[in-house]
């Protein structure tokens, strides 16, 4: 009796595995894929990662779709489809971009699956079994790893890189662009070039790459990167799309730096010979980094976030690119350039996507249909008491109809119950809804870059469609920072047509239930701000014209750390601005890390109407939060909008929208000052440097630093157009209220010596001018000697006092 029981549990479990299991096939795999992640198989948190998938079919055509899981941070992922067609024998590459690629997957077990195929596609088809590679395994460098970037014929060429001298604590890589293993195709995206801290061209040519190659450089430029381009006797031709941007007009004439002047400048004696430089001018907009004889050697122009910086001579011609020193030299130009800096904050995700999230997602997932009218709810529950209590019994009595009631009552029951859900679910029940909260930064030409958060509540379970244009990405927020668990993506949304018009699959949507996308957005026009402002002691005064196809709301002027609120603007209308304004000189606007967003920014919401200001409540802290990570250079105007500007749309389906953006646009302020005024520390940019120990910026707002025991370059630089002005200064105040920790020492420019400050607070009032380069530069040495664990402090403030003749 036993035998027959177990063979028929045998059949049962076998017949369970069949229709429960996964439905793959386990015929013999015929299909391989190999896979490699970043450059030389490193990748940088939060930075893109360009992925080289190759795809060998040693069996029949294969037609159907690869997807690929892609953990883009503890929080954000999407899977992506990439549809495949393989003919027998055949071998294919693919290469794709991602915005970033979390970590945690590769501690989720040896086996964390994130390629997948599916014959005949991943929505109808079958997943099969393949050979080869089932995930990746790239080595991660943080945020405070220094990548150098190449481009230049031989690696060896600059074989002085390796020694440069950066931050204490900044581990420092090299990546030879074109001399990678296995072929490894250039970057073609701005994602590709993102984990670079800086490029350096040595005499090589990228006019002839593609257009769209050259393009997603420039963008990496524009927000953030930085270039730096050597001389080159091929002529600026050679540079492509970044030849209008070079700081420096090159002729074919050329000089020599005498052997003094690079030693005066790389601060070393192993510098044995004269440099060979071009004989160049430098282009309006660019500043100067290193001039001799009022000849430019190296010079930089801001591009955007970004710069590029050029040099007179070639960065890997011998003699000077064996020369004992030129590691010293390029340190220096390093540090002159300001290209080396210790980041406030180490993000292990997409920061743009990270700071938003946290701080938005909460507060955008709440619907005002959640809101539920307590007092209509209670009426209804009245009168069905009322009908079934004593009006039904009166009614039926009179009628002598009680026998009735059996059926009645629960009538009346169903009916009541009906009214209650429809009266709860009036909002719900004919369209999904979206809300939408943006920020989007207006450059000079009219075009927009922003990160956005759209939140979709439905209105049925099932799947649902995203479409977006070209330039704006797409991924889901998975509420999963505290699980710790990033893969199987593809179970929740599938990314496909990513190249063309992206299209993002929701999965599995429950019925009225919140699902979030998060992403980046770039809109080529749409319109900008004419801002003509001006400003005195006393006040700001200008126009403001609005050339956006939309109402503007809110305007606001950010100077600093203070807003001054100005009004509305109609589409196409110009606001006269005329605001009291007591700081003299308009500064950088600067963010705040406001801490406590996301999972409950605000605190409760008392009631559906407070829902909108406490969204851009949040959508504003987000903002700051990303600007306390990338500080502006300049003032800016921010409104807000509440027409839906992110390109996105619901396949087939008509939602109702709801939608709150901020329009952010920096501008230029023309001062008119006149007589004396003072230059506070909040207008000034500084920056710590040292190759023996660490520092780096904890809280912008308070000025506090982490400083280890240690000598360090204490750089203070003033605003460009205060250079540029024609100013006496009258004085400058430095105050150390760290004395008894921090030693420091002011640079005499004229006299070449430094000079000890003793004094917790130091007034220089005869010869201001001699401690000021013609950058603009104050130089200071800052030691730190403690015995007490006191790491965290505030650096010596400075200000500065000048006079503007009438």
Known sequence: ?????????????????????????????????????????????????????????????????????TPESYEVGTARALPITLAAGETKTIHLSLSSLAEDFMYTGTNTQLFFLYEDGWKDGKEIAFKGDKTLRPSYFADDSFFMFTLTESADRLGSLRSVKLQ???NNEIIALNQLKNNQPLPSTKEDWEMANVLLIDEYSIADWPEAQQQALLDWVKDGGIVIAGATDKGVAEFGALSEFLPLEVSNETTTVSVDAAKSFAKTEDLTKPITIQKATIQEGSTSVWNVESTPVVAMKRVNEGAIIQTAFSLGDQPLASEKGYDELLSVLFNQSKLVSMPTNVYYGNPGYETLGYDTVYMNELFPSFQVSTGGIALIIFVYFLLVGPLLYFLL??????????????????????????????????????????FYEVADDGSMSGYYVETLLSNRSGEFTLEADQGTTMSTWKNSSFSGISTNTRTESILENEADKPALTLRNVGYWSTSTVVGESKIPSLGKLNIKIENNSDTISGTIENTFPFALKNVQIWTGAQKIDLGDIDAGATMDVNAKFKGGIMLPAKGSQNYGGGYGYGGPVQSAAQLPEERHKALVAAYSNMMSLN???????????????????????????DAINLIIQPFESETLVQGTFTL???????????????????????????????????????????????????????????????????????????????????????????????????????????????????????????????
């Open 1 to 69: 009796m036993r035998k027959p029981l177990a063979g028929l549990g045998l059949i049962f479990v076998l017949l369970m595995s069949l229709f429960l299991g996964p439905s793959i096939a386990f015929a013999d795999a015929q299909i391989t894929i190999k896979a490699t992640a970043g450059y030389d198989n490193k990748i940088k948190y939060g930075k893109g990662v360009p992925i080289t998938l190759t795809l060998e079919n040693q069996g029949d055509d294969f037609t159907g779709d690869l997807v690929i899981d």
């Open 680 to 806: 506070p520390s909040a207008m000034l940019d500084v920056s710590l440097y040292s190759d023996s120990a660490y520092a780096s910026l904890d809280d912008p707002m308070n000025n506090m630093w982490y400083i280890e025991n240690g000598e360090f370059d204490f750089d203070v630089t003033l605003p460009e157009k205060i250079v540029e002005g024609d100013i006496s200064w009258k004085e400058l105040k430095i105050r150390n209220q760290n004395r008894t920790v921090l030693t420091l020492e002011l640079y005499n420019q004229k006299t070449k010596e430094y000079t000890e400050l003793t004094e917790t607070s130091t007034v220089v009032k005869e010869n201001v001018a001699d401690y000021i380069d013609e950058t603009g530069m104050i130089k200071l040495r800052l030691i730190k000697q403690s015995n007490a664990m006191n790491d965290m402090m505030k650096l010596p403030t400075i200000e500065l006092i000048g006079e503007v003749a009438p």
């Open 631 to 657: 500080e502006k250079n300049t003032p800016l105007v921010v409104a807000t909008a509440n027409e839906p500007i992110v390109p996105i749309q619901i396949q087939d389906e008509r939602a109702e929208m």
């Open 397 to 438: 009595k009179r009628k002598d109809k009680r026998e009735h009631a059996w059926w009645i009552i629960p009538t009346i029951a169903i009916v009541t119950s009906i009214a209650i859900f429809a009266y709860g679910a009036r909002d719900r029940l004919l369209k999904p809804q979206v809300q939408q909260l943006s």
């Open 168 to 170: 204490q604590g900044m």
